[in-house]
C-alpha cells in the first residue's frame, strides 16, 4: 500500500512539474505523436472549413433555383447615306458620308466580332435608263458580293440574302454601272449585326 501510495504521489508531481516548468507555446507539431489529438480533445466549433480536407464536408442541402434571366439581344446597327453616282463605278464608304472615291479612300473597318449584314436597300432619285443598269455589291476584305441590282427604268432593289462579315474586316459597297447609266442621287440602307 505504501508503494502504490508512493507512486501515485511521484507521479502527480511528475504532471505537476512538467506544467509549471514547460515554457508557454513549446509543444508544437513535433512533439505531438502521430494519431495524440483525437475529435474528443478538439473543442466543438473551432475548426474551419479549410482545416479539412477536399471532400471531408459534406455538401449542404441545395438552395432555390434562381429565376430565369431575361435573354440576350443580338447587337445591330443600322447604316445609311445619301450618295451622288456620276456615270461609270462608284466606291461608296460604309460609314453614311456622302462620300465616294477609291478603295483604299472609302473602306472602313468592321468590329473585333463575326457579323452579318442584311437588310440592303437602295433607291435612285434616276433610273439607270434604257439598256443600263447598276448593281450594288459589298465588299469585304477586296471580295465583293452582290446585294442587288436595277436596270432600265428600275430605281430600287433591295437584297434577298445575309452576307458573313468575319472579325475586323474591312468594308465598302461598290456600284457597278453597266453600259453608262445617268446620274443620280442614290439612298441606301443596310444593317449590320451578330447574328
Same mark, same amino acid.
Given at each position: 500500500?505504501?508503494? =502504490?501510495?508512493l507512486?501515485?504521489?511521484?507521479? !502527480?508531481a511528475?504532471?505537476?512539474?512538467?506544467?509549471v516548468?514547460?515554457?508557454?507555446?513549446?509543444?508544437?507539431?513535433? @512533439?505531438? @505523436?502521430?494519431?495524440?489529438?483525437?475529435?474528443?480533445?478538439?473543442?466543438?466549433?473551432? !475548426?474551419? =472549413?479549410?482545416?479539412?480536407g477536399?471532400?471531408?464536408?459534406?455538401?449542404?442541402?441545395?438552395?432555390?433555383?434562381?429565376?430565369?434571366?431575361?435573354? *440576350?439581344?443580338?447587337?445591330?446597327?443600322?447604316?445609311?447615306?445619301?450618295?451622288? &453616282?456620276?456615270?461609270?463605278n462608284?466606291? &461608296?464608304?460604309?460609314?453614311? @458620308?456622302?462620300?465616294? *472615291?477609291?478603295?483604299?479612300?472609302?473602306?472602313?473597318l468592321?468590329?473585333?466580332?463575326?457579323?452579318?449584314?442584311?437588310?440592303f436597300?437602295?433607291?435612285?432619285?434616276?433610273?439607270? *435608263?434604257? *439598256?443600263?443598269?447598276? @448593281?450594288f455589291?459589298?465588299?469585304?476584305?477586296?471580295?465583293?458580293?452582290?446585294?442587288?441590282?436595277?436596270?432600265?427604268?428600275?430605281?430600287?432593289?433591295?437584297?434577298?440574302?445575309?452576307?458573313?462579315?468575319?472579325? =475586323?474586316?474591312?468594308?465598302?459597297i461598290?456600284?457597278?454601272?453597266?453600259?453608262?447609266?445617268?446620274?443620280?442621287?442614290?439612298?441606301?440602307?443596310?444593317?449590320?449585326g451578330?447574328?
Amino acid at each position: 500500500m505504501l508503494v =502504490a501510495l508512493l507512486a501515485l504521489v511521484v507521479s !502527480l508531481a511528475g504532471v505537476s512539474y512538467a506544467a509549471v516548468t514547460l515554457p508557454k507555446n513549446s509543444v508544437g507539431a513535433k @512533439q505531438l @505523436q502521430k494519431n495524440a489529438v483525437s475529435s474528443k480533445k478538439v473543442k466543438d466549433g473551432s !475548426l474551419a =472549413a479549410a482545416d479539412f480536407g477536399a471532400g471531408q464536408l459534406p455538401a449542404g442541402v441545395q438552395g432555390p433555383k434562381g429565376d430565369q434571366g431575361d435573354p *440576350g439581344t443580338s447587337a445591330a446597327a443600322v447604316l445609311t447615306s445619301v450618295v451622288y &453616282l456620276n456615270t461609270g463605278n462608284s466606291n &461608296l464608304p460604309m460609314s453614311g @458620308q456622302a462620300t465616294t *472615291g477609291t478603295f483604299s479612300a472609302v473602306e472602313s473597318l468592321s468590329p473585333n466580332v463575326a457579323t452579318v449584314a442584311r437588310n440592303f436597300a437602295v433607291q435612285l432619285d434616276t433610273a439607270p *435608263g434604257a *439598256g443600263n443598269g447598276r @448593281q450594288f455589291r459589298l465588299r469585304v476584305n477586296g471580295v465583293a458580293t452582290t446585294l442587288c441590282s436595277m436596270s432600265n427604268s428600275a430605281t430600287s432593289c433591295a437584297a434577298t440574302g445575309a452576307i458573313s462579315i468575319p472579325a =475586323a474586316a474591312t468594308l465598302s459597297i461598290i456600284c457597278v454601272d453597266s453600259g453608262g447609266s445617268a446620274p443620280t442621287v442614290a439612298r441606301w440602307g443596310m444593317t449590320i449585326g451578330t447574328s
